[in-house]
């Protein structure tokens, strides 16, 4: 019986080939048919919710920084709460090929989340199950099964962030100020092989 990796890295390399034979990227499919990539603005324009769960997920590019020469945009991840708060649980970037290079997290100002303990959100990363039908159905699929195939690195990410927050709050009057901090966007980050991660859990020809 195959691994739950090794289902999820299939998975993965299934949605990349048949957006190779229709001749697009899947930086391309993620703009939802926009013809221009706007900085900040969310692809799609309402953000991709399961009402069910309250996992949800958009497609954007943040202003031009230093990862922009590799970098065509990035996910967010999330999940609401029953109070409509949300929590943010990952970011993975995408090259202009349209394939994964870096994970990372976020200030809490980025994204206007509710901070809470990394248990709470590696918690919640653990279960992420987005099915969506229609055009976007395999950008879901893609998402989730990233979330299974790198969990341990983005584990290790959210209890990095954490540390990283309990070592830059003596810097500051308050921990509300640190999280409001416009000198701190990324709190950590990690870059991502995804042909590495398919030649570890899968036997791949002709790719």
């Not at 409509?84 to 206007?112: E, K, M």
């Not at 998402?143 to 969990?151: E, G």
Request: with cysteine; glycine share 4%; hydrophobic share 35%.
């Amino acid at each position: 019986m195959k691994s739950t990796l090794c289902l999820s890295a299939q998975e993965i390399l299934n949605i990349y080939e048949r957006y190779a034979k229709k001749g697009v990227t899947l930086s391309e499919v993620a703009l939802c048919g926009a013809k221009e990539f706007i900085e900040l603005t969310h692809y799609p324009k309402n953000d991709v919710v399961d009402l069910v769960s309250g996992y949800e997920f958009y497609y954007h590019a943040h202003p031009t920084s230093s990862t922009a020469s590799r970098e065509h945009g990035h996910f967010h991840l999330f999940q609401r709460q029953k109070n409509q708060t949300f929590i943010h649980l990952i970011a993975i970037s995408l090259n202009p090929q349209g394939l994964p290079v870096r994970l990372f997290t976020c200030n809490q100002w980025v994204t206007g989340e509710t901070m809470v303990e990394s248990s709470k959100v590696i918690e919640s990363l653990k279960d992420f199950d987005l099915e969506l039908k229609g055009r976007l159905g395999p950008i879901a699929r893609w998402v989730t099964a990233m979330t299974t195939l790198y969990f341990y690195e983005m584990s290790a990410l959210i209890h990095a962030r954490d540390q990283k927050l309990i070592d830059l709050e003596p810097a500051f009057s308050s921990r509300s100020q640190l999280l409001e901090s416009k000198q701190h966007h990324e709190l950590t980050q990690c870059d991502i092989e995804l042909m590495a991660s398919f030649s570890q859990h899968l036997t791949i020809t002709n790719y």
